[in-house]
């Protein structure tokens, strides 16, 4: 069951892990949205803006830049590090 260009694209997906190595990178987040489950499918989201926004209204906004993996999860740079406190919640695709 793969991800179908036909209808429109998921606009809520939700922050996974931050990417990680020798050292941490807060600018980078694994993000996974629903209904898209393969690489192939993942790799349409490349070069879409995402928003996180924070309790008090503000947003972030970043880039997907790659896939990650076979799961159909995806990396995306954000202009501004997120906090700790943004794993496991929303973002959003901006139009």
């Known amino acids: 069951m793969g991800f179908r260009m036909s ?3 998921p606009r809520v997906g939700y ?3 931050f990417m990680l190595g020798a050292q941490s990178y807060p600018r980078y987040v694994i993000l996974k949205f629903p209904g898209i489950d393969d690489e192939a ?3 349409k989201l490349i070069g879409r803006k995402v928003i996180w926004k924070t309790s008090t ?3 972030i906004t970043g880039k997907i830049v790659k896939t990650h993996g ?4 995806v990396v995306a740079v954000f202009k501004k590090a997120l906090p700790g406190q943004a794993l496991g919640t ?3 695709l901006k139009n």
């Open 7 to 9: 209808k429109e694209l």
């Open 15 to 17: 922050v996974v892990n």
């Open 41 to 43: 499918a993942a790799s």
């Open 57 to 59: 209204g503000k947003e």
């Open 70 to 73: 076979t799961a159909g999860c």
């Open 90 to 92: 929303h973002v959003y």
